[in-house]
């Protein structure tokens, strides 16, 4: 349906003027095409084979998983490294997870670990030194064990 501009009457889409005061009425507007649905890039339809409901959403897509990095791999040697460091050479494991899991932080995946890895590094570090320092002799005694 058209709408004549001059008296506001509506007309068939095929009239060339309003039925109602003779004014030439606008040409119709081509009707728009619908857009085609989105289909992800890399995505292959299923063949159908004759007599097979064809469903009427594509089915769910999961996204391509990001590849491993060294820094990923640089994470899990510092988390693991730093928990192993706690009970078995820790001058060598505590540092080495320290470093590793610094170097893992920058990565995007594993960024969670990363900071575990450092924070378990660090704190095993603090203790490691101030038990070396009060064998020595350095720190009272209570510092390390307590002051009780």
Request: proline share 14%; glycine share 10%.
């Amino acid at each position: 349906m058209k709408q004549c501009a001059h008296c506001g009457q509506w007309s068939e889409d095929q009239a060339p003027a309003c039925a109602a005061c003779g004014a030439p009425l606008p040409p119709s507007a081509p009707v728009p095409a619908q857009p085609l649905p989105y289909t992800p890039p890399g995505f292959v339809p299923r063949p159908v084979r004759p007599g097979t409901p064809v469903p009427s959403v594509p089915p769910a897509l999961f996204p391509r998983q990001k590849p491993f990095t060294w820094m990923d791999i640089c994470t899990v040697l510092g988390f693991t490294s730093s928990l192993v460091g706690y009970f078995f050479t820790s001058i060598v494991l505590l540092p080495l997870g320290l470093v590793a899991s610094i170097l893992g932080f920058r990565g995007d995946r594993t960024r969670g670990l990363a900071v575990a890895g450092i924070v378990i590094s660090a704190l095993g570090l603090l203790i490691r030194i101030m038990v070396l320092l009060t064998d020595c002799g350095l720190l009272p005694h209570w510092v390390a064990n307590g002051v009780w």
